[in-house]
């Protein structure tokens, strides 16, 4: 009955995660959610009649514009004509998908890699090639998907050699560039968020963002650029998924891009200062288990088990629920085919710092009991 | 470079109707547009800091509740465990095509149909067949798609007789109904809009309708229900395409549906007399040039252009857009390899009964004058 992607389109934990996550009393390490404490206020005072009316699938003009300018300033040569509004950039990962995934494309990605883009790929029947940062050889992918600023989940954000040699790679490989630049606001130390798109030369590319992380991810807002022969095949895709984003959140964000810049340094002097009490939370109860870099961007601390702690994290979520304690499992980061390395994805921003201390005293002890049975 | 699909996503003519009906003066009966005098006032005292996170991608549980109530109140039994809550219900289009389309499907449509489900479709490489509703033969097609209440583009309304046939042959045929009912709210004489999926059997089936055209579409919000073995599926498609909907709009639509029952009443009455108003001038103007049916709710007359009138209308709609009238032409409302027959789609609810006498006296002197200078 069902049409034959429907076998690859398994459960996501991530929903199953996000069912519990709201337990009293549960803390959790799991989503990437931001800090509510964060949130911006809004006022309908920018909204009118005239958006409650059906809108271009493009999205408004004034939003596109004042996003063609901030793609700009990041070093994207782009006009507003080129930028398309989103719901959010899970959909992004969708209409990108249905443009260049059929059964049996290969799309190359870095292993790990953000697991709700696998999911799409999967749907739409991709094979998968793994790269790696340090010397991205791309496989004859057509397709390659890149995190490269505070990549999901491990943390890591991208060198200007890195950079470069990505978007050299898919030049000479003239594989399509998609990157997704969710994080980029969330910046603790100094480091290069250059797009890997504005090097690309010859090959397509799709470069696409969020509001999420940096207002509010309940608003249902992203965007994407992209070279010139893909955007009208993006728009159609784009109308045909939901005609257009909705338009009071359009607004609502205008409005706050339009305000003052403070915002933004408030939030990452507020995240920046989770991270750092959660990594010595980290070096104290961790550091014989596991293997991590100090993101210097985003949501996620990715901790590699060392060979001794070596286990199903699948397994030691249900344990660690059960104790009240949430966190992403490294395995679905894997694509299907290439091999996983024992890992958690740790999320600092969201747990307040006692949560997050008697979190990971919890999550220690189970990983260290579980080890210490096998024996 | 593209998946094949890509071959199948021709511009639709709605986009680019869209776009011309801002011009300053312009006449439009070409979109399903409803009109701003009755779009709701928005209050965001019921929205708090809570709703700007991540929700789940089933909608929040308190209008997930309200709406089973309002689908049991039509007949159809579900719960609210079993209500998906869309940004709009062209996301539903999109999410059941992924679900059972995919290239060679067949899939039974009335012709014409609602050209934008059509769009779908073909992105995922449907066949068609076509069915009348006075003897539905459903073509051996696993999915049957049907807008039974105020038909678009036809307006027509199911008499119970042709309800319970549908149901009927869609339980022979072992055919998925897919129930399309965004137009139902506006009702404005005695009708039987009893959902067809309430008669269904043995198949499976899936039932959406909208907020867009009772509320206000910039909110971009519908929800569906569908028989047990769907949900699930449905719901993971959902969190693929955008992880959720937007909750400030779900927060805002609760609370207007929480509010008085007057709105309706007032909503119907305005369009009952937009409906007469166009009813008048047509039958001053086109009684000669075509035929058609007064619509007992929804918000369009379908015109059937006479022999001696019959016309490309995609032609017929350049000339009109120059005098400054739009109108929806009736090409696009046929899928590929079915026979259409020469009509427009006449949205009466959007312009005023003033605009409404020029832009017909208008069309009608440019089909006229096409079809004189013709003979």
């Given at each position: 009955m069902f049409a034959e992607r429907i076998e690859d389109l398994v459960e996501s934990p991530v929903r199953e995660i996000l069912k519990v996550i709201d337990r009293p009393g549960m803390i959790s390490f799991a989503g990437g959610l931001p800090a509510t404490e964060c949130f911006p206020e809004l006022d309908l005072s920018c909204v009118n009649s005239e958006h409650l009316q059906y809108g271009p699938s493009e999205g408004d003009t004034e939003l596109r514009e004042h996003v063609a300018s901030l793609l700009c300033e990041r070093g994207l040569e782009t006009t507003a004509d080129r930028v398309l509004i989103l719901s959010g950039s899970q959909q992004g990962i969708d209409l990108v998908a249905k443009l260049f995934v059929e059964r049996g494309t290969r799309v190359s990605v870095e292993t790990p890699t953000y697991l709700a883009a696998l999911q799409v790929f999967d749907l739409f029947g991709a094979e998968y090639s793994g790269y790696s940062a340090d010397n991205p050889v791309l496989g004859n992918a057509p397709l390659t998907y890149a995190i490269?600023?505070?990549?999901?989940?491990?943390?890591h954000c991208y060198s200007d050699a890195q950079r470069r040699a990505l978007a050299l790679a898919c030049d000479q490989a003239n594989s399509v560039l998609f990157e997704d630049d969710p994080?980029?606001?969330?910046?603790y130390d100094d480091c290069d968020r250059t797009p890997?798109?504005?090097?690309?030369?010859?090959s397509e590319w799709v470069y696409q963002s969020s509001f999420s992380k940096s207002y509010a991810p309940g608003l249902r807002l992203g965007y994407l650029t992209c070279s010139e022969a893909l955007f009208p095949h993006l728009v159609r895709l784009k109308q045909a998924a939901?005609?257009?984003?909705?338009r009071i959140s359009q607004r609502l964000i205008l409005s706050l891009l339009q305000q003052s810049s403070s915002r933004n340094q408030k939030l990452t002097d507020f995240y920046r200062y989770r991270r750092d009490h959660f990594e010595k939370a980290l070096t104290r109860l961790f550091s014989d288990i596991a293997d991590w870099q100090r993101p210097v961007g985003g949501l996620f601390f990715w901790l590699a088990l060392r060979p001794e702690f070596s286990i199903d994290t699948r397994e030691l979520l249900k344990r660690s629920i059960s104790s009240g304690v949430a966190f992403m499992p490294g395995e679905p980061f894997y694509p299907k085919g290439l091999q996983a390395v024992p890992g958690l994805r740790l999320n600092?921003?969201?747990?307040s710092p006692e949560a997050a201390d008697k979190g990971l005293q919890i999550l220690a002890s189970i990983i260290r009991a579980a080890c210490e049975s096998r024996v």
């Amino acid at each position: 009955m069902f049409a034959e992607r429907i076998e690859d389109l398994v459960e996501s934990p991530v929903r199953e995660i996000l069912k519990v996550i709201d337990r009293p009393g549960m803390i959790s390490f799991a989503g990437g959610l931001p800090a509510t404490e964060c949130f911006p206020e809004l006022d309908l005072s920018c909204v009118n009649s005239e958006h409650l009316q059906y809108g271009p699938s493009e999205g408004d003009t004034e939003l596109r514009e004042h996003v063609a300018s901030l793609l700009c300033e990041r070093g994207l040569e782009t006009t507003a004509d080129r930028v398309l509004i989103l719901s959010g950039s899970q959909q992004g990962i969708d209409l990108v998908a249905k443009l260049f995934v059929e059964r049996g494309t290969r799309v190359s990605v870095e292993t790990p890699t953000y697991l709700a883009a696998l999911q799409v790929f999967d749907l739409f029947g991709a094979e998968y090639s793994g790269y790696s940062a340090d010397n991205p050889v791309l496989g004859n992918a057509p397709l390659t998907y890149a995190i490269p600023t505070f990549q999901n989940p491990t943390g890591h954000c991208y060198s200007d050699a890195q950079r470069r040699a990505l978007a050299l790679a898919c030049d000479q490989a003239n594989s399509v560039l998609f990157e997704d630049d969710p994080y980029r606001d969330l910046v603790y130390d100094d480091c290069d968020r250059t797009p890997v798109c504005s090097y690309i030369r010859n090959s397509e590319w799709v470069y696409q963002s969020s509001f999420s992380k940096s207002y509010a991810p309940g608003l249902r807002l992203g965007y994407l650029t992209c070279s010139e022969a893909l955007f009208p095949h993006l728009v159609r895709l784009k109308q045909a998924a939901d005609l257009h984003s909705c338009r009071i959140s359009q607004r609502l964000i205008l409005s706050l891009l339009q305000q003052s810049s403070s915002r933004n340094q408030k939030l990452t002097d507020f995240y920046r200062y989770r991270r750092d009490h959660f990594e010595k939370a980290l070096t104290r109860l961790f550091s014989d288990i596991a293997d991590w870099q100090r993101p210097v961007g985003g949501l996620f601390f990715w901790l590699a088990l060392r060979p001794e702690f070596s286990i199903d994290t699948r397994e030691l979520l249900k344990r660690s629920i059960s104790s009240g304690v949430a966190f992403m499992p490294g395995e679905p980061f894997y694509p299907k085919g290439l091999q996983a390395v024992p890992g958690l994805r740790l999320n600092f921003s969201h747990a307040s710092p006692e949560a997050a201390d008697k979190g990971l005293q919890i999550l220690a002890s189970i990983i260290r009991a579980a080890c210490e049975s096998r024996v």
